[in-house]
């Protein structure tokens, strides 16, 4: 499932807007955004039933937030999780639905890659409006050369959570990237810059890391938490053309190890 090119013309254009009004740096004032639609936002105890939830009572909307799953006011995933059920309310779709009860209220869970189109948009909105793409992108260039540094750095500048940075820095960032996304050894999902090298993958979603890569050492083998930049084989990941020039290019490995979490972002790229 993937979200239309039109669409995401419209979702740019719709949290332009609100960037523009509700912005200061590159920080998106969610807060103020919430409080001009005079939309009020719960943060509460809900176990791990979901991380955040739009809701229409018949006559106004709420947003519910789970502390439970580290959701804090003005935390990263706190933030990334009120700006996708923002994206709820003001993607008219979205909204109208709810509202006439043609859509069912259901709870959104961060860092699943794996959801319906509903979702994906919300997440898309998400992400254009913590992260506007002009703003994004003159801060990624201020970085010569790529490392999960760049990531961190862009994270803390627009206050995303390193997931979501990720994965916008795949669709907009300055320079060729490909990030793995496991858990337990497992791979869970992928995001790839449109100009990193389409080159059959020595795994597949759902399937076991290669071993002799940065993550897959860091599951199998003691003590093996490298968390420098390390030079690696292409082969390590894929089965490189012969005749693509950039299988001679070096290629680097850095991994995010999140404890929270439970789970491990390969980032990698070339020279």
């Known amino acids: 499932m993937m979200i239309t090119d039109l669409r995401k013309r419209k979702i740019i254009k719709l949290t332009g807007e609100l960037t523009q009004l509700f912005s200061s740096s590159n920080i998106t004032q969610l807060d103020e955004l919430a409080k001009a639609e005079e939309l009020p936002v719960y943060y509460d105890d809900y176990e791990n039933a979901f991380d ?56 959104s869970i961060t860092e699943l890659k794996d959801k319906d189109l509903i979702e994906l948009e919300a997440d898309y909105f998400a992400s254009c409006l913590l992260m506007p793409e002009t703003k994004f992108k003159t801060r990624s260039a201020l970085t010569k050369k790529f490392s999960l540094a760049t990531i961190t750095d862009l994270s803390d500048a627009f206050q995303a959570s390193i997931v979501s940075t990720v994965i916008r820095f795949s669709e907009v960032g300055t320079h060729e990237i490909m990030a793995v996304f496991s858990r337990n050894n497992i791979v869970e999902w992928y995001a790839r810059c449109d100009d990193f090298p389409q080159w059959p993958f020595r ?66 790229w070339f020279d």
């Open 52 to 107: 955040g939830m739009l809701l229409y009572d018949s006559k106004d909307f709420h947003i519910h937030i789970n502390h439970t799953k580290g959701n804090h006011p003005n935390s990263k995933r706190g933030r990334f999780t009120l700006a996708h059920e923002l994206g709820h309310f003001f993607i008219d779709e979205h909204r109208l639905g709810l509202k006439s009860g043609t859509l069912q209220p259901h709870g």
């Open 203 to 268: 795994f597949k979603v759902h399937g076991t890391l290669p071993p002799t890569t940065v993550a897959g050492e860091f599951y199998t083998k003691k003590d093996s938490k490298y968390t420098g930049i390390e030079k690696v084989s292409a082969d390590d990941w894929f089965y490189p053309f012969k005749d693509d020039a950039r299988a001679d290019r070096q290629m680097y490995e850095q991994c995010y190890y999140s404890d929270s979490y439970d789970y491990v972002i390969s980032l990698i």
